[in-house]
């Protein structure tokens, strides 16, 4: 049988980082910290609504319109009809891998 690998706990990745580099722990927890306020600056409704990380992924939110409600043909049974329901307006993120991270597997 092959042995079953955990991944990393959050812990686990800031000691890692912060031996590696040579800063401490609390410095790495502050870089995570201030990334993720950047991010939310870069995605929120002031930002451009996208952002970039160092090559390895990108992160773009897409605002949907809402819909109203409507009848249209059931794509299983051509011969009805079916309710589609309203939707309220929101927005997705999408986070696509760039070529480095894909070409990491």
Do not use: C, H, W, Y
Request: zero cysteines.
């Amino acid at each position: 049988m092959s042995e079953v690998v955990k991944a990393m706990s959050k812990t686990e990745v800031l000691t890692s980082l912060a031996e590696k580099t040579g800063l401490t722990r609390k410095d790495v927890a502050n870089v995570f910290v201030e990334l993720s306020a950047l991010i939310q600056k870069e995605i929120g409704k002031k930002g451009p609504g996208t952002f970039g990380l160092a090559g390895l992924m990108k992160i773009q939110v897409i605002r949907k319109p809402a819909t109203k409600a409507t009848t249209r043909k059931n794509p299983f049974k051509p011969d009805e009809m079916m309710e589609v329901k309203a939707k309220p307006a929101r927005s997705v993120i999408k986070v696509r891998a760039l070529k480095s991270l894909k070409d990491m597997v």
